[in-house]
Nanobody, 124 residues
Framework: EVQLQAFGGGLVQAGGSLRLSCAAS????????IGWFRQAPGKEREAVSC????????YNSDSVKGRFIISSDNAKNTVYLQMDNLKPEDTAVYSC?????????????????WGKGTQVTVSS
Protein backbone atom coordinates (compact mmCIF):
# COMPACT_ATOMS: atom_id res chain seq x y z
CA GLU A 1 0.00 0.00 0.00
CA VAL A 2 1.39 3.39 -1.00
CA GLN A 3 1.45 5.90 1.83
CA LEU A 4 2.99 9.27 2.58
CA GLN A 5 2.70 10.51 6.10
CA ALA A 6 3.71 13.96 7.27
CA PHE A 7 4.27 14.53 10.96
CA GLY A 8 6.19 16.72 13.36
CA GLY A 9 3.99 19.81 13.38
CA GLY A 10 2.99 21.67 16.49
CA LEU A 11 2.71 25.00 18.23
CA VAL A 12 5.85 27.10 18.48
CA GLN A 13 6.67 30.69 19.26
CA ALA A 14 8.00 33.04 16.59
CA GLY A 15 11.72 32.48 16.15
CA GLY A 16 11.45 28.83 17.12
CA SER A 17 12.12 25.68 15.14
CA LEU A 18 10.35 22.52 14.07
CA ARG A 19 11.40 19.54 12.01
CA LEU A 20 8.80 17.92 9.83
CA SER A 21 9.13 14.38 8.53
CA CYS A 22 7.57 12.84 5.46
CA ALA A 23 7.68 9.06 5.69
CA ALA A 24 7.03 7.09 2.52
CA SER A 25 5.99 3.45 2.22
CA UNK A 26 5.02 1.29 -0.71
CA UNK A 27 7.40 3.09 -3.05
CA UNK A 28 10.96 4.45 -3.02
CA UNK A 29 11.63 8.15 -2.67
CA UNK A 30 14.57 7.53 -5.02
CA UNK A 31 12.06 7.28 -7.86
CA UNK A 32 10.40 10.64 -7.24
CA UNK A 33 10.94 14.17 -6.12
CA ILE A 34 9.36 14.81 -2.74
CA GLY A 35 7.77 18.20 -2.32
CA TRP A 36 6.34 20.05 0.64
CA PHE A 37 3.43 22.42 0.22
CA ARG A 38 1.35 24.33 2.72
CA GLN A 39 -2.08 25.82 2.92
CA ALA A 40 -3.37 28.34 5.42
CA PRO A 41 -7.08 29.12 5.90
CA GLY A 42 -8.30 31.48 3.21
CA LYS A 43 -5.03 31.33 1.29
CA GLU A 44 -3.91 29.51 -1.81
CA ARG A 45 -1.77 26.42 -1.61
CA GLU A 46 1.93 27.30 -1.69
CA ALA A 47 4.86 25.15 -2.79
CA VAL A 48 7.46 25.40 -0.05
CA SER A 49 10.35 23.06 -0.74
CA CYS A 50 11.35 20.03 -2.76
CA UNK A 51 14.17 17.54 -3.16
CA UNK A 52 14.94 14.94 -5.78
CA UNK A 53 17.74 12.80 -4.43
CA UNK A 54 18.38 11.00 -7.72
CA UNK A 55 19.71 14.15 -9.39
CA UNK A 56 20.24 16.47 -6.43
CA UNK A 57 17.72 19.03 -7.61
CA UNK A 58 16.03 21.18 -5.00
CA TYR A 59 13.52 23.97 -4.73
CA ASN A 60 12.83 26.45 -1.93
CA SER A 61 10.29 29.22 -2.16
CA ASP A 62 11.51 32.76 -1.62
CA SER A 63 9.41 32.98 1.50
CA VAL A 64 11.43 30.25 3.26
CA LYS A 65 14.91 30.60 1.76
CA GLY A 66 17.54 30.87 4.45
CA ARG A 67 15.15 29.48 7.09
CA PHE A 68 13.98 26.05 5.87
CA ILE A 69 16.28 23.20 4.84
CA ILE A 70 15.08 20.06 3.10
CA SER A 71 16.97 16.79 3.31
CA SER A 72 16.40 13.11 2.68
CA ASP A 73 17.39 9.83 4.24
CA ASN A 74 16.93 7.27 1.51
CA ALA A 75 17.69 4.38 3.86
CA LYS A 76 14.69 5.44 5.95
CA ASN A 77 12.66 6.43 2.87
CA THR A 78 11.97 9.73 4.63
CA VAL A 79 12.30 13.40 3.74
CA TYR A 80 12.77 16.07 6.40
CA LEU A 81 11.99 19.77 6.48
CA GLN A 82 13.96 21.64 9.10
CA MET A 83 12.21 24.92 9.78
CA ASP A 84 14.10 27.59 11.70
CA ASN A 85 13.29 31.16 12.62
CA LEU A 86 9.61 30.47 12.18
CA LYS A 87 7.25 33.37 11.63
CA PRO A 88 3.49 33.67 12.28
CA GLU A 89 2.95 33.74 8.51
CA ASP A 90 4.37 30.20 8.34
CA THR A 91 1.23 28.97 10.11
CA ALA A 92 -0.45 26.42 7.85
CA VAL A 93 -1.10 22.75 7.26
CA TYR A 94 2.05 21.28 5.74
CA SER A 95 1.77 18.27 3.44
CA CYS A 96 4.20 16.26 1.36
CA UNK A 97 3.78 14.66 -2.03
CA UNK A 98 5.67 12.51 -4.50
CA UNK A 99 6.01 14.48 -7.73
CA UNK A 100 7.90 14.04 -11.02
CA UNK A 101 10.32 16.94 -10.52
CA UNK A 102 11.02 19.94 -8.30
CA UNK A 103 9.02 22.54 -10.12
CA UNK A 104 6.25 24.58 -8.55
CA UNK A 105 3.69 23.35 -11.08
CA UNK A 106 4.56 19.73 -10.27
CA UNK A 107 4.54 20.26 -6.52
CA UNK A 108 1.10 21.85 -6.64
CA UNK A 109 -0.60 19.98 -9.48
CA UNK A 110 1.52 16.97 -10.44
CA UNK A 111 1.25 14.86 -7.31
CA UNK A 112 1.49 11.12 -7.82
CA UNK A 113 1.07 10.36 -4.14
CA TRP A 114 0.29 12.56 -1.17
CA GLY A 115 -0.70 12.19 2.43
CA LYS A 116 -2.51 13.91 5.23
CA GLY A 117 -0.79 17.06 6.39
CA THR A 118 0.46 18.23 9.75
CA GLN A 119 -0.52 21.51 11.39
CA VAL A 120 2.16 24.10 12.12
CA THR A 121 1.11 27.05 14.27
CA VAL A 122 3.50 29.90 15.01
CA SER A 123 2.48 32.33 17.71
CA SER A 124 3.71 35.91 17.80
Amino acid sequence: EVQLQAFGGGLVQAGGSLRLSCAASGFSIDDYAIGWFRQAPGKEREAVSCIKSSDGSRYNSDSVKGRFIISSDNAKNTVYLQMDNLKPEDTAVYSCAAVPRCRVVDILYGMHYWGKGTQVTVSS
